[in-house]
């Protein structure tokens, strides 16, 4: 453990290096001891992990810079088969969050020692750059439906006065970026002891981790990079049409334009959850805000089927099916640490992009960040990154919106040994949707100089090309669900207002306890040879429709369809229930019929009517 004195040492020698050497990179080709500090894990991690903080200098550039603290987390592998290389993983973002994936981890590599790493200005890590004030500047663009270039002023100033914040807690925020992070990621390796480790970034922290490989050549045996993002391409820029062509991809491209001229003109309103006081608010969104959030949620390879189906419907005005996108987001927004992710993005991102006006829409997140980083005032990074050497793999999810698989297979080939892999029907963050990215993954680090040239790619129907395919563990191109087209469900918000409110389903509950009732009650009628017949017509009818109407729900094999429609043919099985209700009049209005025999009527009724007024509306 070393205190402010040795990080002043560490940063004045460092300094001293990179004069004498020449260059500010050739200072990190030396492996520099950093102290390292336990602590208890701030989240639920698998027995055998231990957490602590990399003590680190705040600006390695600056000598005497105060030490901050960058949170990790270590899970000892208890194989017999343990590999000495561990898996170093961060999380992207940036902004994100890490320790939370250590259990996800370690059952991925239960061969191989985890080490998952927090960005610095973390959540997990000290200082911690949360900035909540951009959430509530956020949550108070989306209560008016102004234009996207005119909402700026509340997330603004939530991001002024952190950064006030900030310089008054001697924060620099200089310190935190790309190089910085993965300079922490190099000193870890060192602090933790390991002569090689293999380096696994996603999304954001490809770059990190990417550079981290660079500037510690030595020390890495072979890296990872899902989703990448190459420094050479300007995300802002890109973002757009990015996101058109994933759109046309799904096929959802044309209703989508529809949808953004519907909603830009009337702005959709909306009820939803304030995230970060929980008290429940009114929205109005336009259609730039729309295809914000839908962009951001098209990163989840489960909600990437629906996007056809729902884009069509919003451009027909069905604006209730998308709120179940709306309350997810508010979520979102508090899984980010706004201050460390503008700090990165407003030197490291923002200032190489031109923010030029493209064909619709204006997605927020680039109007907003500009005008932060245009508020904050950082210097802009350099540019230039050193060349990795090791062993690369680069994975891309053939529907990722964010992170696409053209500009990562184009990257793949400027690195002398990368490979790339395409796997079909997968959105952002490969690993995490697909088992087959996972085998492709663990193999690759099994022997990844052997398998570190040649591509594999995947298409929509599943068929792989590529010289480096026939290797493959698994077909990238496999497995991937089917976009749901316009008409492949009974669209109805009726599901997930009932999974918000379960009690709404009481009236299909009562309906199929009456109807098992009047089976039984009608059997021992006929026992008795007191009629009875028609009663367990009826009730067998009603049970029928319950039958079959679970069978029809079960055999869904993404769940995620519910939150906006069901299988059409339940809207035909109400016809059973509508039968059942027939034969209930007609055993109710029969001679000598038993009093009772008006409750199955009532409730075929009130049945019918919440099914097709409500249910299925």
């Known amino acids: 453990m070393r205190g402010w004195r040795g990080a002043a040492v560490t940063a004045l020698m460092a300094a001293i290096v990179t004069v004498l050497i020449g260059g500010p990179r050739t200072a990190y080709a030396a492996e520099r001891a950093a102290g390292t500090e336990e602590r208890p894990c701030p989240v639920a991690v698998p027995a055998g992990t231990t957490c602590g903080y990399l003590l680190v200098p705040e600006r390695r550039d600056v000598p005497g810079s105060r030490t901050i603290r960058v949170g990790y987390a270590v899970h000892r592998s208890t194989s017999p088969q343990r590999r000495p290389d561990p898996v170093a993983y961060s999380s992207g973002g940036p902004g994100s969050p890490s320790l939370r994936l250590a259990g996800f981890l370690t059952q991925m590599f239960p061969d191989r020692d985890v080490v998952v790493i927090e960005q610095r200005g973390s959540r997990y890590s000290e200082p911690s750059l949360a900035c909540p004030e951009v959430v509530g500047g956020l949550v108070e663009t989306l209560k008016t439906p102004k234009a996207t270039t005119e909402e700026t002023a509340p997330v603004l100033q939530g991001a002024l006065t952190c950064q006030s914040r900030y310089q008054a807690e001697g924060i620099d925020l200089r310190g935190y970026r790309t190089e910085e992070i993965a300079a922490d990621v190099a000193d870890l390796r060192a602090a933790l002891g390991y002569e090689q480790w293999n380096l696994m970034g996603v999304s954001y922290s490809t770059r990190s981790m990417a550079e981290a490989a660079a500037k510690d050549p030595r020390g890495t045996r072979a890296l990872v990079l899902d989703s990448f993002l190459p420094a050479q391409v300007n995300w802002y820029d890109t973002a757009t049409p990015d996101l058109r062509a994933t759109l046309a991809k799904l096929g959802a491209a044309g209703r989508f334009d529809e949808m953004l001229a519907r909603y830009n003109a009337a702005p959709a309103s909306f009820q939803t959850t304030d995230p970060l006081t929980r008290k429940r608010i009114g929205v109005r969104l336009t259609g730039d805000d729309i295809a914000t959030i839908l962009g951001e949620a098209m990163r989840e390879t489960e909600f990437l089927p629906l996007v056809p189906a729902l884009v069509d419907a919003l451009a027909d005005g069905r604006k209730e099916l998308l709120r179940p996108v709306v309350d997810a987001a ?197 026992v008795r040879r007191r009629g009875g017949a028609m009663r367990v017509l009826a009730g067998l009818a009603g049970l029928a429709f319950a039958g079959l109407t679970a069978l029809s729900v079960t055999g869904v094999p993404n769940d995620i369809v519910f939150a906006i429609g069901l299988p059409p043919a339940i809207a035909w099985y109400g016809l059973l229930a509508a039968a059942a209700t027939v034969l209930s009049i007609t055993a109710a209005f029969r001679l000598r019929a038993a009093s009772a025999d008006i409750v199955p009527v009532m409730t075929g009724l009130v049945f019918i009517t919440w099914m097709y007024g409500w249910a299925l509306a």
């Open 330 to 526: 508010g979520d979102a927004l508090t899984s980010h640490d706004w201050g460390l992710y503008y700090a990165v993005q407003c030197q490291d991102e923002v200032p190489f992009n031109t923010f030029a006006a493209a064909a619709g829409p204006r997605l927020f997140t680039g109007v907003a960040d500009a005008a932060v980083c245009a508020g904050w005032h950082l210097p802009r990074s350099s540019d230039e990154a050193g060349a990795v050497e090791a062993p690369t793999l680069v994975l891309g999810g053939q529907y990722d919106p964010t992170t696409p698989p053209e500009s990562a297979r184009a990257a793949a080939g400027d690195i002398p040994s990368a490979r790339f892999a395409e796997f079909a029907g997968v959105g952002h963050g490969v690993f995490l949707a697909s088992e087959c990215g996972r085998r492709t993954i663990s193999a690759f680090l099994d022997a990844p100089a052997s398998a570190a040239s040649g591509s594999a790619t995947a298409t929509g129907s599943g068929s792989g090309s590529g010289s480096g395919s026939a290797g493959a563990v698994c077909d990238p191109g496999a497995g991937a669900s089917a976009p749901v087209r316009p008409g492949d469900l009974h669209l109805t918000a009726a599901p997930y207002r009932i999974s918000q409110s379960p009690a709404l389903i009481a009236p299909f509950a009562v309906f199929v306890l009456v109807a098992a009732a009047q089976v039984v009650a009608g059997l021992v009628a006929l």
